[in-house]
């Protein structure tokens, strides 16, 4: 993405870039059978920048940030492996902040995921931009196997009967017309 590509802001307000994040996620299916997601983030600036208590400047549009995490898991969505990268960083301590990563292996992607990794990632002893890479990077999990995994999430229910897909998203909600197509016992209209 480039300024040309973001709408201006109305009236004679000008706008200097100052800085740049990417966040990039790739999913692959493994020849082992598992699946594998790669996420990676990435700063930089244009111009030249020292950190705080640095000892190093970054050149303009050098990355201050190229770091990132791979995460191996099964069909069920429990992870067996984490590794990580750290190509740029703006600290010599940073090195060891993905080490502790390690504590998501035996855990499962889905709900309550943000909060397990807060709670297993203790902030003083992970890298803090690993741990914000990691809260998308389980949505993107979920859309790389989801085609896989499409048939029995769709046949998934309560102790009800009413399926878990219902109002699991906006396009879910029990008012809405897909709800209305697969299970009209359970569409309910809207109330506005």
């Not at 706008?15 to 994040?21: L, Q, T």
């Not at 067996?80 to 993905?98: E, K, L, Q």
């Amino acid at each position: 993405m480039n300024e040309a590509s973001i709408p201006a802001s109305t009236g004679e307000v000008t706008r200097e870039p100052i800085h740049i994040r990417n966040i990039h996620f790739e999913g692959f299916r493994r020849s082992d059978g598992m699946f594998e997601i790669v996420g990676q983030l990435g700063d930089t600036k244009p111009y030249e920048f020292t950190p705080p208590g640095g000892l190093r400047v970054v050149s303009a549009n050098t990355p201050i940030h190229d770091i990132g995490v791979s995460v191996v898991f099964d069909l069920e969505m429990v992870i067996h492996a984490v590794s990580t990268f750290m190509r740029a960083f703006p600290y010599r301590d940073c090195a060891g902040g993905g080490e502790s990563l390690q504590a998501l292996v035996g855990l499962r992607i889905g709900a309550g995921w943000s909060g397990e990794v807060r709670k297993r990632l203790p902030a003083g002893e992970t890298c803090t931009h690993l741990r914000e890479i990691l809260i998308p990077l389980a949505t993107a999990a979920i859309q790389a196997v989801n085609p896989l995994r499409a048939q029995g999430l769709m046949e998934a229910t309560d102790a009800n009967g009413k399926p878990l897909k219902i109002n699991s998203c906006h396009a879910y909600g029990a008012s809405r017309e897909l709800v209305l197509q697969r299970w009209p016992a359970f569409h309910r209209p809207s109330s506005s």
